[in-house]
């Protein structure tokens, strides 16, 4: 358990924070004990999803705190030695969620009676998704993404506008559809018929071409790159 960030004092004062609020809120989650593993992983994409939505860093799920009268029950849950089909837990979660969110989990007693924080970021770029859905947390309701889509186009709005151009490490043009770059290349020409440049175009590699359109940076790959001209075998490999 990762402990270096909150002192239990500080995750106790978290704790409180928590239990103040009148109900629970969609980017927070209490649990008297355990849930079954992959419903533990929905609750961590959803609780993601959520605080995006509701402009807060992370969401957290709380174990040993009950849900309704907010006290603090305490729990059982050990997620040192939980398993699921041989593979700790924490890291078959971490496998199944998007790859670039974060969740911690902390430990602390309070009242003498076992409290487990998992701290999950708030989604950035994309929607989180575990084990190829996305979920969200609409009050106190969990549900796939697809479910709302008026929260869905929210979500959107909320996300990093520059995810697109995050860059992409390990691939290269090579990577790319080949006809969709020489279509991108007869496009880029076609709206830039009137710059100064426009008869060089032709010219270019297709490294220069990628930096010029944007859809590089220094040779490196960005997202956009994937989306616009990316094989099924690149479709994982968002930044």
């Known amino acids: 358990?990762?402990?270096?960030?909150?002192?239990?004092?500080?995750?106790?004062?978290?704790?409180?924070?928590?239990?103040?609020?009148?109900?629970?809120?969609?980017?927070?989650?209490?649990?008297?004990?355990?849930?079954?593993?992959?419903?533990?992983?929905?609750?961590?994409?959803?609780?993601?999803?959520?605080?995006?939505?509701?402009?807060?860093?992370?969401?957290?799920?709380?174990?040993?705190?009950?849900?309704?009268?907010h006290d603090v029950v305490g729990t059982r849950l050990n997620l040192e030695t939980k398993k699921r089909n041989g593979e700790l837990l924490v890291w078959w979660l971490k496998r199944n969620l998007s790859r670039e969110i974060a969740f911690d989990v902390f430990e602390t007693t309070i009242g003498g009676k076992k409290v487990v924080v998992v701290e999950i970021e708030a989604a950035h770029g994309r929607p989180t998704v575990f084990a190829g859905n996305s979920y969200v947390r609409f009050g106190t309701t969990l549900t796939e993404l697809r479910n709302c889509p008026d929260l869905e186009r929210e979500l959107y709005q909320h996300l990093s506008p520059d995810w697109s151009a995050r860059v992409v490490h390990g691939l290269t043009v090579k990577d790319l559809d080949p006809e969709?770059?020489?279509?991108?290349?007869?496009?880029?020409?076609?709206?830039?018929?009137?710059?100064?440049?426009?008869?060089?175009?032709?010219?270019?590699?297709?490294?220069?071409?990628?930096?010029r359109a944007a859809l590089s940076i220094h040779g490196s790959l960005t997202n956009a790159a994937l989306i616009l001209l990316g094989t099924r075998r690149t479709e994982n490999w968002y930044a």
């Open 180 to 211: 969709a770059l020489v279509f991108a290349r007869k496009q880029y020409a076609e709206k830039n018929k009137t710059t100064s440049f426009y008869k060089e175009i032709g010219s270019w590699s297709d490294d220069e071409f990628l930096d």
């Open 1 to 69: 358990m990762n402990n270096e960030k909150y002192s239990a004092a500080r995750l106790e004062l978290l704790v409180k924070y928590l239990r103040e609020f009148i109900g629970e809120k969609s980017w927070f989650d209490f649990k008297s004990n355990d849930v079954a593993p992959d419903k533990f992983g929905a609750y961590l994409a959803g609780l993601s999803n959520a605080a995006c939505l509701a402009n807060q860093p992370f969401g957290y799920l709380v174990f040993g705190v009950d849900d309704v009268a």
